[in-house]
């Protein structure tokens, strides 16, 4: 497990790892390092979910707070292909990302205005910017 003594650095640096095998009872599911990127291969989602770097390790910590075991797997793996499509991905990204700040929006009637005033700005969050703004709201209720 993660917690593990023996695997403390994954705990640190989960990003300096190939993958991860998190449990919930009758549950699996899979993070995965695929060439440069991170995937949730969760069979509860319609396809796979990209994860940054940044949001990794976020994301574990949700996981263990769910309830879920965490072990990571260490050893030689295939080559992932670099040449991953992410043309599907790209489109549900983007609709995610304008769900995620409308969610946000709609939580702050205060900051209504001043998210779709950044929302319509050059600089646009990341869905994982906005998922660990709202993690972080909803850690602090």
Known sequence: PIRSDAVGQARAQPVQEQAFICNQELHWLTLRKLGSQWWNLNSMLSQPERISDTYLAMFIDQLEREGFTVFVVQGVFPEASSQVDTS?????????????????AQDTPSTASSSATSASSSKVLSSEELRAKRLAKLSSS
């Open 88 to 104: 599907t991905f790209d489109d549900e990204e983007s609709q995610l990302q304008q769900a995620l700040a409308l969610s946000l």
